[in-house]
């Protein structure tokens, strides 16, 4: 609870960077909690996972975003949309680097779109367990952390709570994250993907929640489970249906474990051709349109007709 003689304070944290940077990670160490999907393959977070962390009077809402990349089909058009997004709308920005592969080159070098960031930034070096020369970024202070043993995340949290502005909380204080439970069956289910199948499957792998009973018991879920070749479907059920299995396991235990209740997970696969490539779906799987592609007018070759025009 937050102490009552004390202001309250807030801040959006966004954690930007390249892709596998370890973004993933460091908002499940901070939030205390697996909210998003960690992958050693790159790219794997799609669309931004909020983790909120309240301790005392002091409220920090992590926003953990895809990785900046040069995208090359509209999917990763809207990853980079929804990644730039966050660190518009941010309060300071985390920007995240390997420590290994330092020092990080300047963020505008990754942000070209923006001319300005009015949020601060802070460079944070993550895996520096596995090494890296300890330089300063820019002449601005960096932190070396690492979320597998601990080192640095006590000093980082010190320095954004410090940056966080008195204003009410803006999220139940009990609360871990702010998105649907149907948004982590998904992460979950992707996350298995990842972790069980090779090569570039888990790229073309999404699910959609059909049904959620939450009151039932066990918690009923039904899923719809996406490739886009009948070839990656097969193994994607694998021999027996095996594979299938494992993914559905692997989902079910996060879910449990967020949920604090067993769960029956009821997955199917389906075939949708070029699906990462489609707008209506992309959309209608949460991942929304970026502005430049709201601000398109109608097909080259196609005009609304005045009545007058009309056959």
Known sequence: ?????????????????????????LLNTLVGEHLALVSPKAQATRMPVIGVRTEGSVQLIFHDSPGLLEPKYLLQRRMRAAALREVESADLILYLHPAPQSPAPPLAELVPELASIRAPVLTVYTKSDLGGARTDTDGTTAFWISAESGEGIGELISAVEARASIRPFEVDPDELGTQPMRFFVVEYLREAAFALLEDELPYAFTAEVEEFREQASPVYIRAT???????????????????????????????????????????????????????????RWGIPAAADERRQSAPAGRRNLSPRERP
């Open 1 to 25: 609870m937050p102490d009552p003689t004390l202001p309250t304070r807030c801040a959006h944290v966004a954690l930007v960077g390249a892709p596998n940077a370890g973004k993933s990670t």
């Open 225 to 283: 489970l996406y490739v886009e070749r009948d070839s990656q479907k097969g193994i994607l059920i694998g021999q027996r249906g095996q594979t299938l299995k494992a993914i559905g396991t692997h989902a079910r235990t996060r879910l449990e474990t967020l949920l604090g209740a067993k769960v029956f997970l009821d997955c199917h696969v389906k075939v949708e051709p070029r699906w990462r490539k489609d707008p209506d779906l992309l959309t």
